[in-house]
């Protein structure tokens, strides 16, 4: 049985840093790819940022350069740093394995102007 558990959100000011983790059971993050994903009240889920099995990353254009995706094999846990939060980053954020329908219950994260 497949478990992706977030955590790490929280309110923070503009300007400020969270680290997101997901915690993967039933697979190996090491292996698959894995995404975040977002949704804002009232938006459709959109895509964040991912990384693949041989460690290739890819980001949103609305978070590249303040977001980073990595990876710790050991700890089976996906980790999403990040820096210099916008109040328009406010959503629930969402860990994925890429091409399978597996989703986590999903961590909020909020940042005031």
């Known amino acids: 049985q497949v478990q992706l558990v977030e955590s790490g959100g929280g309110l923070v000011q503009a300007g400020g840093s969270l680290r997101l983790s997901c915690a993967a059971s039933?697979?190996?993050?090491?292996?698959?790819?894995m995404g975040w994903y977002r949704q804002a009240p009232g938006k459709e889920r959109e895509f964040v940022s991912s990384?693949?099995?041989?460690?290739?990353?890819n980001y949103a254009n609305s978070v590249k350069g303040r977001f980073t995706i990595s990876r710790d094999n050991a700890k089976n846990t996906v980790y999403l740093q990040m820096n210099s939060l916008k109040p328009e980053d406010t959503a629930v954020y969402y860990c994925?394995?890429?091409?399978?329908?597996?989703w986590g219950q999903g961590t909020q994260v909020t940042v005031s102007s």
């Open positions: 994925a394995v890429i091409g399978a329908n597996y």
């Open positions: 039933g697979i190996f993050v090491s292996i698959n790819g």
């Open positions: 990384i693949s099995s041989v460690g290739k990353t």
